[in-house]
């Protein structure tokens, strides 16, 4: 049975509920959100997080239909969270993931955390804690949004990348800020501190909500997601 307020937030129209979730995201920590975020959906799954999805997902991000296309490869995901979203990928040689909150994930989810294979790694807001040109395909999925420092991020993924690694990934565009997502994210600054050091083989564009294709000019006026795959230039 829901509750009065439970009742009340699902009934706020649409003009109500933006100012009074930036109110939210400025009182809230960013981490401290995030983390609120992963302990309720662990309990709504039962104590174990669901991720029989990502293949799927990380798969078409990528323009791929099997994951043999990692075969033998470093592969990392950058702000990867704590569901095992490199699981699926069986064939490659390593799977990093990457996230600021890596180590308090071990600590709330271990027993998920140690059943991905994967490397948990813990970043910082200014770098990422592993030797240059290591990693051969990098995912970032709805990750860069949340950094506090852009362009530094920005180099290091590059500084992990080897020359001709692949950057397959996706970027909420046109968003508003908050403090758990404090970029607003738009080709021209993704452009200006990321993607010119890519050779780009996809760049595709979508409505956030319905999933309809659109134009990079379009792209400038409408929230959106870009769908990027591109080669780091030697």
């Known amino acids: ?18 100012p009074l979730a930036w ?33 799927k997902r990380m798969l078409w991000v990528a323009g791929e239909s099997d994951p043999g296309f990692l075969k033998s490869k470093v592969v990392a995901d950058f702000g990867c969270g704590p569901r095992g979203s490199l699981l699926w990928a069986k064939d ?3 799977r990093l993931g990457l996230d600021v909150l890596s180590q308090l994930y071990s600590s709330l989810f271990p027993g998920d955390v140690t059943s991905h294979n994967m490397l948990y790694v813990t970043t910082t807001e200014h770098a990422i804690p592993i030797p240059s040109d290591l990693v051969d395909v990098m995912y970032s999925v709805n990750s860069l949004d949340h950094v506090d420092n852009l362009a530094d991020m920005c180099d290091e ?15 909420n565009l046109n968003e508003y800020r908050t403090a758990s ?27 956030k909500y319905d999933g309809e294709q659109i134009s990079r000019e379009e792209s400038d006026k409408r929230k ?8 780091l230039v030697a």
């Open 1 to 18: 049975m829901p509750t009065q307020m439970e009742v009340l937030k699902a009934n706020l129209p649409r003009p109500v509920k933006r």
């Open 23 to 55: 109110v939210r995201s400025k009182i809230i920590p960013k981490n401290t959100a995030a983390l609120t975020y992963w302990k309720t959906r662990h309990q709504e799954e039962n104590g174990r997080f669901l991720n029989d999805w990502y293949q």
């Open 92 to 94: 490659a040689e390593l």
């Open 157 to 171: 993924i590059v500084r992990v990348m080897r020359p001709g690694g692949e950057l397959i990934a996706s970027f």
């Open 181 to 207: 997502e404090p970029q607003t994210l738009t080709t021209k600054l993704l452009d200006s501190v990321l993607l010119s050091r890519f050779e780009t083989t996809r760049q595709d564009y979508f409505l």
């Open 224 to 231: 959106c997601i870009m769908i990027y795959r591109g080669k």
